[in-house]
């Protein structure tokens, strides 16, 4: 299942997660932010169970902003495990 989300307080505008029907991560993309670092964790993701990246990564803050781009990624997780 492929779920898109717009994201909110970052410099990054969208993330992609495509999940398995275990909840386990097959792809995440995200589009804008700091270019490397986001395809670090996003390949870190991959094979990883939804429900322990979001507890890893969800509540992350960037500097000041009260998110994150992996709280962001996080949110995307958890509204994809929502709709399966």
């Known amino acids: 299942m492929t779920y898109e989300r717009r994201n909110r307080g ?3 505008v969208l ?7 275990d909840h386990t991560i097959e792809k ?3 589009l804008g932010g700091c270019n490397g670092n986001l395809k670090g964790i996003c390949q870190l993701l991959k094979g990883m169970k ?9 509540g992350t803050t960037c500097g ?3 998110t994150s781009c ?5 949110l995307a ?6 709709r399966i």
């Not at 993330?15 to 029907?21: A, C, G």
């Not at 992996?70 to 996080?74: F, G, K, L, N, V």
């Open 28 to 30: 995440v993309e995200v």
């Open 64 to 66: 000041s902003k009260p």
């Open 15 to 21: 993330t992609k997660v495509e999940l398995n029907n």
């Open 70 to 74: 992996p709280d962001q990624i996080s």
């Open 10 to 12: 970052t410099c990054s």
């Open 50 to 58: 939804a429900e322990d990246a979001i507890a890893r990564m969800k």
């Open 77 to 82: 997780l958890q509204e994809a495990l929502e």
